[in-house]
């Protein structure tokens, strides 16, 4: 069974029916559901709950989805720590906010792959992160 992460950005995508990139997204969360499981750590949970009028509503709307709440390990708090800096010392700018390495690191440590849009990103910083990126038709 293959543990797919979901980054914010598919089920933004979802959630608020992007015409660009929805369909793309609902199709390879579809495929990743029939994969294994999904999941998604409580920097995502966070960065959703604003994009609804309530806990209910989210949880709802993720219960639809398959969507399971993972806690990130202490040991993937640390990688997204050691990786930012890196990004930092080597003169990465505050454009990429410790969010999206926390969302990585996690991935990388209790997850089979990432369900992202943010390739270039996640390539460069965190390689041997399987991804998986929506493409719309």
Known sequence: ????????????????????????????????????????????????????????????????????????????????GRVWQKYRRTGGRRERMIPDFLIAAHALEQADRLCTRDRGFCRRYFTKLALLQPMPA
């Open 1 to 80: 069974m293959i543990r797919t992460a979901v980054d914010s950005s598919v089920l933004l995508d979802i959630f608020a029916a992007d015409p660009t990139f929805g369909e793309a997204s609902l199709r390879a969360l579809e495929q990743c559901s029939r994969d294994g499981v999904l999941i998604a750590c409580e920097v995502v949970w966070a960065e959703l709950r604003p994009r609804f009028p309530s806990d209910d509503a989210l949880l709802q709307a993720a219960a639809a989805l398959d969507l399971q709440f993972d806690s990130m390990s202490q040991e993937a708090a640390l990688l997204a």
